[in-house]
């Protein structure tokens, strides 16, 4: 795979996402610096896998740490330390790696029983959206309702603009907003 490319051979099922971030921290050398093109792999995956659990109404574990220092990033709220412009230093921990492997049992007992589509009237009442971009967004703002982070924060983190040039994160938020008045999608 060539560096900022998305990989062709994806893992599908939430089990085998959540298997890939796993093996994907577990892989960090210390001091844990994920590089920019993990970093792009993170993003993904961690956006594929706040989709899935939208999709199949799984809450994903939040993490309770009293440390000021440390970060949450994303759906699957990864601790990290720092986030540089090259990546950013991971700082996992005992208790996220438990809650990945809770919300790996769940989706295996989940996979046996509910189908992925069973859920989708809940979130799409007039049928699943066709832009990816917009449905792994609005797993994002779904994940992180009651976090504190805007949606402005999010939206950015998602398509990678700074703060002062933001127009993708604008005109996905813009549509996010214009489903929900349509009634086409629930977040």
Known sequence: ?????????????LVELIDSLLALVSRLRRPNFLPPEQFA??????????????????????????????????????????RTRGGIIVATSTNWEQSMRVLRLVAEKSASSTPPSANNQKFFP??????????????????????????NQIARE????????EPKAKSLLSQIRRLIRQGRLNI
Do not use: W
């Open 126 to 151: 007039r049928g699943v959206l066709n832009n990816p971009d917009i449905l792994e967004l609005a797993a994002r703002l779904n994940a992180a309702e009651g976090s504190g982070i805007s949606k």
């Open 1 to 13: 795979m060539a560096d900022g490319q998305a990989p062709t051979n994806q893992p599908q099922s």
């Open 41 to 82: 792999k993170l993003t993904e995956i961690d956006a594929r896998i706040g989709a899935e659990c939208q999709l199949r109404s799984i809450e994903i574990p939040r993490l309770d740490d009293p440390k000021s220092d440390v970060h949450y990033f994303g759906a699957t709220r990864l601790p990290y330390a720092v």
């Open 158 to 165: 998602f398509t990678g603009e700074p703060l002062e040039n």
